[in-house]
T-cell receptor, first 110, second 120 residues
Framework: QQQVKQSPQSLIVQKGGISIINCAYENTAFDYFPWYQQFPGKGPALLIAIRPDVSEKKEGRFTISFNKSAKQFSLHIMDSQPGDSATYFCAAKRQGNLIFGKGTKLSVKP | NAGVTQTPKFRVLKTGQSMTLLCAQDMNHEYMYWYRQDPGMGLRLIHYSVGEGTTAKGEVPDGYNVSRLKKQNFLLGLESAAPSQTSVYFC???????????????????FGPGTRLTVT
């Protein structure tokens, strides 16, 4: 049973465009929703995170939108750059442990 | 600070062989985790530890054992490797869940660089 569903699996965006990655969850006990960024050959690193009592969080070009009633959250990357090309994982925390989505491979074309 | 380090970086095993993966962290974190990453599957939790001398099962624990004899180290063991255990293994650590007043995002897990294991 997949607790955190992430889409799309892969995404190609032109430089300067907006990248949008979506995640959905079922368990209302989740209380923290981070996004991790992973470059090839490296471990994932925290990019941005949000709590369920906030509808939006912005850090530079990265924004999380959170819809508690729909049990969905998304990552928006504004003005996407080739350096943003990586795999992105959404996650949800319950009882201290993270449940990860399957990942989205983002390619930003110059 | 080195953060989270993993040893070895690469390893090839034959079916039935055993090995131990070592994870070390120098951030004085209470929590440590072992994940495996497979194409199209995301990161799946194998085992975790909430403190020295304690371990618990995650989502996919079968075929693996762990030990946390020292706070800074978390070992993952494969007693009899199988081809299904071919994967990239990541270790992570985080501060105490209920801790406050510490720098960094709460609950942030810091990942090591990974160990690529192939079982033939």
């Amino acid at each position: 049973q997949q607790q955190v569903k992430q889409s799309p699996q892969s995404l190609i965006v032109q430089k300067g465009g907006i990248s949008i990655i979506n995640c959905a969850y079922e368990n209302t006990a989740f209380d923290y929703f981070p996004w991790y960024q992973q470059f090839p050959g490296k471990g994932p690193a925290l990019l941005i995170a949000i709590r369920p009592d906030v509808s939006e969080k912005k850090e530079g070009r990265f924004t999380i939108s959170f819809n508690k009633s729909a049990k969905q959250f998304s990552l928006h990357i504004m003005d996407s750059q080739p350096g943003d090309s990586a795999t992105y994982f959404c996650a949800a925390k319950r009882q201290g442990n993270l449940i990860f989505g399957k990942g989205t491979k983002l390619s930003v074309k110059p | 600070n080195a953060g989270v380090t993993q040893t070895p970086k690469f390893r090839v095993l034959k079916t039935g062989q055993s090995m131990t993966l070592l994870c070390a962290q120098d951030m004085n974190h209470e929590y440590m985790y072992w994940y495996r990453q497979d194409p199209g599957m995301g990161l799946r939790l194998i085992h975790y530890s909430v403190g020295e001398g304690t371990t618990a099962k995650g989502e996919v624990p079968d075929g693996y054992n762990v030990s946390r004899l020292k706070k800074q180290n978390f070992l993952l063991g494969l007693e009899s490797a199988a081809p299904s255990q071919t994967s990239v293994y990541f270790c992570a650590s985080s501060q105490r869940r209920s801790g406050g007043g510490l720098a960094g995002a709460p609950y942030e897990q810091y990942f090591g660089p990974g160990t690529r294991l192939t079982v033939t």
